[in-house]
């Protein structure tokens, strides 16, 4: 299964949407409808898994947190909690995002290793229309668990853009990147990574030219540490504009945090930023 879009995709994704979605337009998704039989679901399942088993009361494993009505379609938070910290013997190395109704359900994926210390991802997506979406924790040992959200909200792909589309595009790439609060070592503490861009999904009429801009959004967000990965999102459009991540990391006593961003037009940012924890025997709250 690939990750990473290819340019000619993204371009073509507005077109493309239209199609995708005509089988399964009939009628809004409700949230008494059974998750395990959404036909959109089924067939990324079918392809993705290969009919491996998929623990649908994987709340102990894996835990999605979203609003059951977002008050912004366009910018919807939602949180991917772990309820392990990641050891070498037993991690999440890989977390799914299914959004059934998207035009493009399949939102990405996360990339964990034992250094990211707790393998919990915050973001921020957007969401077409009424439905079901999905967290998919893959273990070291190759099971699957999956946590299954409701939302209400509508019109977060095709919701037109307040900025202009050059000016927003000449604007892209400012990364900030930052550890929150206090850090300490050998423990997993938060960082922070947020990447100016306006992550165009093409199907949103620009309301200055009247036109429908081409997709254009980050594609792939590497963090290491130490210059050992912590974690790597292979995304589309479905992530809202100015991407923004929150997540974990195991400091040493010192040690540098970067990140690397590309996108669908291969441009490339990277963010640095020196991290310098307080001893390991320090009190910490990062981790309940």
């Known amino acids: 299964m690939k990750t990473a879009w290819s340019g000619t995709r993204a371009m073509t994704i507005a077109s493309l949407a239209a199609a995708a979605l005509a089988p399964y337009a009939v009628q809004a998704a409700q949230p008494d409808d059974d998750p395990d039989k959404v036909a959109r679901w089924l067939d990324f399942k079918d392809g993705a898994f290969k009919g491996r088993t998929i623990d649908s009361h994987g709340d102990a494993v894996i835990k999605l ?15 991917i909690n772990a309820q392990f910290p990641q050891t070498s013997a037993h991690y999440i190395k890989k977390i799914y995002l299914f959004i059934d109704e998207n035009p493009e359900p399949y939102a990405g994926s996360f990339e964990f290793t034992p250094e990211s210390g707790l393998a919990t991802i915050e973001t921020r997506v957007r969401v077409e229309d009424y439905t079901f979406m999905r967290a998919i924790a893959e273990t070291n040992d190759g099971k699957l668990y999956s946590s299954v959200r409701f939302v209400k909200a509508s019109g977060g792909c095709s919701a037109p853009a307040d900025k202009d589309d050059d000016v927003a595009e000449r604007a892209a790439g400012q990364v900030r990147l930052q550890p929150e609060g206090s850090v300490v070592a050998g423990k997993p503490g938060v960082a922070q990574v947020m990447v100016r861009h306006p992550n165009r999904t093409g199907m949103a009429m620009n309301q200055i030219t009247r036109n429908y801009a081409t997709a254009y959004f980050i594609r792939k967000v590497s963090v290491t540490y130490a210059d050992k990965p912590v974690m790597t999102a292979n995304v589309n459009f479905s992530i809202s504009e100015n991407p923004n991540f929150r997540f974990y990391f195991v400091p040493g006593a010192s040690g540098e945090l970067k990140a690397h961003i590309e996108d669908t037009k291969n441009k490339q940012w990277d963010g640095a930023v020196a991290v310098n924890a307080q001893p390991g025997n320090a009190q910490t709250s990062a981790m309940k």
Do not use: H, K, L, T
Not at 67 to 78: E, K, L, M, Q, Y
């Open 65 to 79: 947190d979203a609003p059951a009505r977002a008050a912004d379609a366009s910018v919807v938070p939602i949180a």
